[in-house]
């Protein structure tokens, strides 16, 4: 049994707002490029887990393909801060061992996300490093890709927020359930346009955006960070399921209607079943998913195609 979930961000992309967008862009089959961006990043993920590679893998694949995609607000297609600049974030979990990797205000690492996995599986001390300096030393030293600030400024995300700073949100993540019962996850982003110089949002927070436990399940966040800090969603989901002994179903069914709208969109993978969650109270998350086990035959049935996009 292996699954996956992977989502581009929640927020007011809806097929609506995308053709307008294609107007006052000039960018044509937006729709489509985000549609085959993410079957591509499904695709890439599934090869993995179908190969019996890691879960940690397909996350790390999942995730770094979509920060060198423009159409992502996460590394290539980060938003700018208030001052102009870049800062981005990520943040890593495996469920084995509940160890994890986060970092921050990151400007000069072109993959985050892997930087945050370095930090995960290094035997260091420090789990949770932040600052452009700090960040490029420690990329330099693991010898990741490192790359201008420059590189982050795409015409693709200005466009977009000069029309609407709202649709902004694109924060990538990616859950992973491989063949040998693991499972992780990941989330990485530019965070929120014209944010505040210095501020770190919940992307970077292991327990609030990103959590996984090989027993429970696995989860990613997007949407706003400063309510899902709050809230401390991802966590509280994970609660519901340990102590009421539910399935993520019912535990995001429960939690989705007492969260402000337009604020959040949750993906996960159920520890017990192998089956993926995707909800939001945002017009839209771009998402995706995968399962392979006996007990989601129903997929077939329902006519759900082995890899769907929404
Ligand atoms: N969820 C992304 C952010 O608030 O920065």
Redesign the pocket.
Known sequence: MYSLVIHG?AGDLSKKAIKELTEKTGITDLEKRYETALKECCELGEKVLKNNGSAKDAVLQCISFMENNYLF?AGKGSSANCKKKFRL?ASIMNGKDGSYGACALINKVKNPIKLAEKIMSSKKVAKFIGGSHATYKLAKEYDLETVSPRYFRSKYRTKLNNINKHHN?G?VGAVALDTFGNIVAG?S????FE?EKG?????AIPNI?TFADNKIGGIS????????IKKAIAYDIIARMKYKNISMEKAIKEILPQLEKNNVGIIGIDAKTGKTSMNFNTKRMFRGNIENSKSLNNRKKQNIPNIAIW
């Open positions: 961000g607000n974030e949100y924060t989330t982003t530019g965070g929120l944010k501020r770190i949002g919940d992307t955006s966040l997007t949407g706003k960070g400063e309510y899902i």
